[in-house]
């Protein structure tokens, strides 16, 4: 909804010129952001039930199961769709009251980028000096926008946790239990979700974060770097918030098994192999590899001349 805001701010300035007020104004996105998360919701309902009777055929292969329920409250799901749209509204909310709380001269001025920061390592002259200037580049865009890195660091966390857990599932069936071929299905499944979940978010705000610096990837070519520095520009970076992702997932995935494990009734967290620790990093970063992959062409074909000109 930022984004979307931000490329419609001379927009916004005109409203805001003829006297429209700003709930006027942001009424269009207040509602662009229900109906979305509405559709969104609408499908995830299906999916859920798919989902919850997948795990029920599959666990029923293994173990004895209750009779299914012939009436589930919809309450849950109606509590969980209220708390997400009430979110995304109060997200627009926020951004859009900023926006046409400004004034139109300046919203219809081209939104400066934002100032580079300093990093921890400067502290450290003698450390500092002897980073080659890509990486320092690297580290300092970083932390230029900190909300999108902190989304990043979040969400691989929450990804790098399912991982864990899928592979501590499946770490506890193929060593300490039997007859339970079915329940490997379901943490593989678990394991595939979270890393396509780990695509998601990256090629996402990725792929914003490359729409907003045309410019600077402009200017790279026109210095004549080469395809693969350009790249590299933004590689990096997507690495280094997915490896620190992947270190606050640990701790995510150990409650993650503690709880799985408190519900099956065997298995501890000391217990999972290490193996299976280091295998979900390695799994995030292949599903990141796949996306910077994905990224390439987008990358690589900004167009110079466009992103250069001056706004008239």
């Given at each position: 909804?930022?984004?979307?805001?931000?490329?419609?701010?001379?927009?916004?300035?005109?409203?805001?010129?003829?006297?429209?007020?700003?709930?006027?104004?942001?009424?269009?996105?207040?509602?662009?952001?229900?109906t979305a998360t509405a559709a969104g919701g609408f499908g995830a309902h299906f999916?859920?039930?798919?989902?919850?009777?997948?795990?029920?055929?599959?666990?029923?292969?293994?173990?004895?199961?209750?009779?299914?329920?012939?009436?589930?409250?919809?309450?849950?799901?109606?509590?969980?769709?209220?708390?997400?749209?009430?979110?995304?509204?109060?997200?627009?909310?926020?951004?859009?009251?900023?926006?046409?709380?400004?004034?139109?001269?300046?919203?219809?001025?081209?939104?400066?980028?934002?100032?580079?920061?300093?990093?921890?390592?400067?502290?450290?002259?003698?450390?500092?000096?002897?980073?080659?200037?890509?990486?320092?580049?690297?580290?300092?865009?970083?932390?230029?926008?900190?909300?999108?890195?902190?989304?990043?660091?979040?969400?691989?966390?929450?990804?790098?946790?399912?991982?864990?857990?899928?592979?501590?599932?499946?770490?506890?069936?193929?060593?300490?239990?039997?007859?339970?071929?079915?329940?490997?299905?379901?943490?593989?499944?678990?394991?595939?979700?979270?890393?396509?979940?780990?695509?998601?978010?990256?090629?996402?705000?990725?792929?914003?974060?490359?729409?907003?610096?045309?410019?600077?990837?402009?200017?790279?070519?026109?210095?004549?770097?080469?395809?693969?520095?350009?790249?590299?520009?933004?590689?990096?970076?997507?690495?280094?918030?997915?490896?620190?992702?992947?270190?606050?997932?640990?701790?995510v995935g150990a409650l993650l098994s503690w709880l799985l494990y408190s519900v099956?009734?065997?298995?501890?967290?000391?217990?999972?192999?290490?193996?299976?620790?280091?295998?979900?990093?390695?799994?995030?970063?292949?599903?990141?590899?796949?996306?910077?992959?994905?990224?390439?062409?987008?990358?690589?074909?900004?167009?110079?001349?466009?992103?250069?000109?001056?706004?008239?």
């Open positions: 909804m930022t984004r979307l805001l931000n490329e419609e701010r001379a927009q916004i300035a005109c409203l805001a010129t003829l006297g429209y007020s700003p709930l006027q104004i942001l009424f269009k996105y207040f509602l662009f952001a229900i999916l859920s039930i798919g989902i919850s009777n997948l795990v029920y055929t599959v666990f029923g292969a293994s173990y004895v199961m209750p009779p299914v329920a012939a009436y589930v409250t919809p309450f849950f799901y109606f509590l969980v769709l209220g708390v997400i749209i009430l979110g995304t509204l109060a997200v627009t909310a926020i951004a859009g009251g900023k926006m046409t709380g400004d004034m139109p001269a300046n919203l219809l001025r081209p939104k400066a980028p934002r100032a580079g920061r300093k990093v921890f390592l400067e502290k450290f002259p003698r450390l500092w000096k002897r980073i080659p200037f890509k990486y320092k580049s690297t580290l300092r865009n970083v932390f230029r926008y900190v909300s999108r890195f902190l989304m990043s660091v979040v969400s691989i966390a929450f990804s790098t946790g399912l991982v864990l857990t899928g592979l501590a599932l499946l770490d506890l069936c193929i060593f300490h239990l039997t007859n339970t071929a079915a329940i490997v299905g379901i943490s593989i499944v678990i394991i595939v979700f979270a890393g396509l979940l780990t695509a998601v978010v990256i090629y996402t705000l990725t792929n914003i974060s490359i729409s907003e610096r045309n410019r600077e990837i402009a200017t790279l070519m026109v210095l004549g770097y080469s395809d693969k520095e350009v790249t590299g520009y933004i590689y990096r970076e997507i690495y280094i918030n997915s490896l620190i992702g992947a270190l606050f997932g640990y701790p099956i009734g065997s298995g501890v967290v000391g217990g999972i192999s290490w193996f299976m620790w280091l295998a979900a990093p390695v799994i995030i970063m292949f599903f990141t590899l796949l996306v910077t992959f994905l990224l390439k062409h987008k990358i690589l074909s900004v167009n110079m001349n466009d992103s250069l000109k001056a706004v008239e």
